[in-house]
């Protein structure tokens, strides 16, 4: 059993009047529109005639389908019909929902050794003095709290290159001054798992090797103490990281003074470095997809594992995340797992997110949003599997709890929700210095320390939105590129990212408002 890819799929012919579409798999039950179907269109290779209007993206029975009957797309089951479907109908959520079925996790039986590159590749990185390697280089503020939020965007502000082009002159090195604010750091639990989660995430970004240096800055009576954040995270005040309160210096203008001194101070260390080469297993790469459409599983994720499969070879380290957009497809990471360990810790977080929807009247199947089926996706279970085409074909070496160190070299997950935002926020506290991103609908993301990667699953997104775009994927729909040769031109790509090339996101200054930590705490 494989993860699915669009590598072997099979498109129609494109003579005119023939509809075209891509079939994934031979067990599949649907094919997917590669351009909007009206009723009547024949399809010559599956023997059928198109009944009814189907969308760009969406699927098509290709057999007569009974109600209670699963549903396959990549040859996985993707819902059960909730009524009779006819050769040639459009499947959605009309006629297709969610139902339980077993599945099988096979621990680790398919894990294979994966065949390090013959000679690695490089980037061009910023090695700091003990020894990690950053793929930028800001000077960052974090807050404790809500409350030194405003001050702490005061204090970035005076050092933005569109409005005080004066202020970094003088420092060409460094990318700029972020100011990471978030909404809580009070009203929860002083000993509850919500405020280790945040002091987790906080120190992650604290510890982050594409900071030269931040300030951390509070209120000083929230619940989320200075003292014990940086504490409880192995930090210590020094020239490199400087913590202080409002009320502690004497109100708001006060502190945003302190703060614009303290950074200028900072200024000239943080200026001082330069790009070596160095090898890119020191890559940690967060993999993420948002506004996902019907072709996300068959052009830009498969394209991003096969660059994730590369990025392994050459001993780099990548993030797969998200937990409930595995949901339902968790048993094909499970058998690729290094050992059985690794396996059982991913059910684990399987069934902790089971039991906190469960506990808040809440469904794994919330998930595809609105703009998810607009797009084509139904269910949950085949988002799933097409989101997890992201992660390639290597085994998985580890899983880890939202914002904990990533250590281990090769394909890890991160248990993390569904939510770009606080997903890529929970991978850059774990380390991760670039950030892939894949979308079918246009998200307009980016993520502030670590550069981000925009990937088109469309060409039409592409010519729509192609100011946020970096990549289009379209391309493998149209028969003009393949996916290992799409994957190995995403790897480059990243490797001249990781160099200093600016990313589109970075371009719009994105990355600042994008900073949410995971909020799982009672507020009271």
């Known amino acids: ?52 209007l189907i969308p760009p993206g969406h699927k098509m029975a290709t057999r007569a389908i009974a109600p209670g009957t699963p549903v396959r797309r990549y ?33 680790g039986e398919e894990a294979r050794p994966t065949i390090p590159a013959p000679a690695p590749a490089t980037f061009q990185g910023i090695v700091r003095a003990d020894g990690r390697v950053a793929t930028r280089n800001y000077i960052g503020i974090l807050t404790s709290v809500n409350c030194s939020a405003t001050v702490a965007r005061a204090i970035a502000d005076h050092f933005r290159r569109d409005i005080h082009p004066e202020a970094l002159a003088d420092f060409p090195n460094v990318d700029g001054v972020v100011a990471l604010t978030h909404g809580t750091g009070c009203a929860m639990d002083s000993e509850g798992e919500g405020l280790a ?10 510890c982050h090797p594409n900071f030269a240096s931040l300030l951390v800055i509070g209120l000083g009576c929230e619940t989320n103490q200075i003292p ?28 945003i003074a302190r703060g614009i001194e303290l950074i200028r101070e900072m200024l000239p260390a943080a200026n001082a470095v330069r790009r070596e080469t160095v090898p890119a297993s020191y890559l940690i790469v967060g993999l ?22 590369l ?33 059982r810790k991913l059910v684990e977080r399987i069934r902790w997110w089971e039991a906190h929807c469960a506990r808040n009247g809440a469904a794994m199947n919330n998930n595809p949003s609105s703009g998810n089926k607009a797009g084509g996706l139904t269910t949950v279970l085949e988002k799933s599997l097409g989101g997890i085409a992201k992660a390639g074909s290597t085994n998985l070496v580890e899983v880890y709890e939202y914002a904990q160190p990533v250590q281990a070299h090769g394909l890890v997950f991160m248990d993390t929700p569904g939510y770009d935002p606080i997903s890529a926020t929970g991978q850059v506290a774990g380390g991760a210095n ?26 039409a997104l592409w010519e729509r939105q192609s100011d946020d775009m970096d990549l289009n994927c379209g391309e493998i729909l149209e028969g003009r590129r393949t996916i290992p040769e799409l994957g190995a031109e995403l790897f480059q790509r990243l490797l001249d990212i990781a160099s200093g090339e600016r990313s589109r996101s970075e371009c719009h200054g994105y990355g600042q408002q994008e900073f949410v930590p995971w909020q799982i705490s009672v507020v009271v």
């Open 1 to 52: 059993m494989q993860t699915p890819t669009a590598e072997s799929s099979t498109p129609s012919s494109s003579t005119p009047g023939v509809a075209r579409v891509i079939r994934l798999h031979p067990q599949d039950d649907v094919v997917i529109s590669l351009g909007q179907l009206v009723s009547g269109t024949p399809v010559p290779s599956e023997g059928i005639t198109v009944a009814g």
């Open 75 to 107: 040859g996985q089951i993707i819902g059960f019909a909730s009524q009779a479907i006819q050769p040639g109908q459009h499947v959605h959520t009309h006629n297709l929902a969610m139902g339980d079925f077993a599945r099988d996790y096979a621990f």
């Open 197 to 206: 989660l945040l002091q987790r995430t906080l120190g992650g970004y604290a």
């Open 228 to 255: 014990r954040l940086l504490a409880t995270q192995g930090l210590q005040d020094n020239e490199r990281l400087r913590a202080f309160t409002i009320q502690d210096t004497g109100g708001t203008t006060k502190t």
């Open 288 to 309: 993420q997809c948002g506004g996902s459409d019907g072709y996300s599983g068959i052009s830009a994720n498969p394209v991003l594992g096969a660059a994730v499969d």
């Open 311 to 343: 990025l392994v070879q050459h001993g780099g380290t990548a993030i797969l995340s998200e937990t409930p957009e595995i949901y339902g497809a968790e048993h094909l990471l499970t058998r690729r797992a290094q050992t059985p360990d690794v396996g």
């Open 434 to 459: 670039l950030i892939c991103f894949t979308t079918g609908r246009g998200s307009a993301y980016g993520c502030a320390p670590s550069p981000s990667f925009k990937l088109a699953t469309n060409t």
